[in-house]
């Protein structure tokens, strides 16, 4: 499953194929591929050649390289993946062991500290996306895919198409937030994508990322703030 050529191999395909017929996201898509080609390239041999013993292997290898809990299971679910389905060795899945996760709790920021810090985005569109990230508790993912045509001013409401899961669901559109897309809007007009990128993309989720980062140190925070991080501030300042 290396990519030592520029077409794709039988078993890469089956596997893409395989995700395809499962509905997976697109990220989860890139993450299980990059995964288990890490996998076949650390051994230099190809993964259906690779049993059990060389996924824990494996594993005890990127342990020792300080992976982050969440990465090293994303990794798990990818090899479980590849060899359960697309290998259909049904035996090795369940024993490839997920590691446990310290629970740590999330950074929390003050309505306050949410006003400073949305106040150091200087990109009127990127300010205006982590703003309703914030205020309608919405992930990366969907923010950046919201349309003009999903703000529902009438029932207040705000529809995130394909969230997680491919889910679709609505969330509430508070008056204030209303209030700010209207005049942002008003400001650039975007036909289409609500936050629009390059072409006929909308914004990437790298700009919000970086905005995060650059907005952070200039607001003078101490927390690590992402958009996550708004998500959940969203949630404790509902209670």
């Known amino acids: 499953m290396t990519d030592t050529t520029t077409s794709v191999s039988p078993l890469r395909r089956r596997m893409i194929d395989d995700m395809m017929l499962r509905n997976l996201s697109p990220a989860t898509q890139r993450s299980y591929l990059h995964a288990v080609t890490k996998f076949s390239r650390h051994?230099?041999?190809?993964?259906d050649r690779l049993g059990l013993e060389d996924v824990r292997a494996f594993q005890v290898y990127l342990v020792s390289q300080g992976i982050?809990?969440?990465?090293l299971n994303q990794t798990v679910c990818a090899?479980?993946?590849?060899?359960g389905v697309t290998?259909?060795?049904?035996e090795i899945p369940e024993r490839i062991a997920y590691a446990r996760t310290p629970r740590k709790l999330?950074?929390?920021?003050?309505?306050?500290?949410?006003?400073?810090?949305?106040?150091?985005?200087?990109?009127?569109?990127?300010?205006?996306?982590?703003?309703?990230?914030?205020?309608?508790?919405?992930?990366?993912?969907?923010a950046v895919s919201l349309k003009v045509g999903d703000i529902d001013s009438d029932r207040m409401l705000l529809q995130v198409r394909h969230g997680k899961g491919a889910k679709d669901r609505t969330v509430m559109l508070s008056a204030q937030l209303l209030d700010i897309l209207r005049t942002y809007w008003r400001l650039t007009?975007?036909?289409d994508w609500l936050f629009p990128g390059r072409g006929k993309r909308p914004i990437d989720v790298t700009v919000l990322h970086s905005a995060c980062r650059s907005a952070t140190k200039a607001a003078g925070l101490t927390k690590k703030v992402s958009v996550h991080t708004l998500r959940h501030s969203f949630a404790t300042h509902l209670l």
């Open 43 to 47: 051994f230099g041999r190809s993964p």
């Open 68 to 71: 982050s809990w969440p990465s």
């Open 79 to 83: 090899l479980r993946f590849f060899y």
């Open 87 to 90: 290998l259909n060795r049904d």
């Open 106 to 142: 999330p950074a929390i920021l003050s309505p306050d500290e949410v006003v400073r810090f949305l106040e150091a985005v200087p990109s009127l569109k990127s300010r205006a996306a982590l703003t309703t990230a914030y205020a309608a508790g919405l992930r990366v993912s969907e």
């Open 189 to 191: 007009r975007p036909a």
